[in-house]
């Protein structure tokens, strides 16, 4: 089934315009022909900027999809969500606790805090049963592909984990887009041509 939208979500910095995200929406909405939003969490006196309480970040992406899905006329199940480090992080968790979803897309998803690797961000994982794209740095401090291969076998669907170059923010924000576009193409059944330029 073509998904009817992805919603993306920043890191804790709560910037919806990092490169990365930009990328991603330019090259899915260019390849695939399906619509991107972004947004932030911070308050709207910092214009969506800032970081946010996990519960505060949870309930905004439960209320822009199921609001962007009555936009776009159709159920939130046919939305795909994710984002960047915390944002991806709390789309999964909005997911693990109900919010209907086609799919996850998680970008540099923070397992645990650099140099920490006892306390993993995993508990809910589990739960989750939509696909799963994971798309992460090879020297991601936040989470090596190792670990998040390991962390994600939990997931209750199936999951695709590609590793680009870079650390917690991918060296080349082009590469992360090209993964997500294919990803979102192939879900929806779509064939899609090669990464233009």
């Known amino acids: 089934m073509r998904a009817a939208g992805l919603l993306l979500t920043p890191g804790s910095n709560g910037d919806p315009d990092h490169p990365p995200l930009v990328a991603v929406q330019a090259a899915v909405e260019a390849r695939t022909g399906v619509p991107v939003r972004r947004f932030g969490f911070g308050s709207p006196g ?3 900027r800032g970081p946010a309480p996990a519960r505060t970040a949870v309930a905004r992406i439960r209320a822009e999809a199921d609001r ?3 936009e776009l006329g159709v159920e939130p199940g046919r939305l795909l969500l994710g984002g960047r480090s915390f944002g991806g992080r709390m789309a999964s968790v909005a997911v693990a606790e109900g919010q209907a979803a086609a799919g996850l897309v998680l970008l540099s998803y923070p397992l645990h805090p650099p140099g920490r690797r006892d306390g993993w961000r995993v508990e809910h994982l589990p739960r989750i049963e939509v696909p799963v794209l994971a798309v992460s740095g090879a020297n991601d401090p936040y989470g090596s592909p190792e670990e998040l291969s390991v962390a994600f076998a939990d997931l209750g669907g199936p999951v695709q984990h ?8 991918p060296r080349d ?3 992360v887009a090209d993964a997500v576009a294919a990803w979102v193409a192939a879900s929806s059944g779509q064939s899609q041509p090669g990464p233009s330029g």
């Not at 590609?162 to 923010?169: F, I, K, N, R, S």
């Open 162 to 169: 590609v590793t680009v170059a870079g650390a917690h923010v």
């Open 173 to 175: 924000p082009q590469e």
């Open 68 to 70: 962007w899905a009555a």
């Open 46 to 48: 910092r214009g969506g």
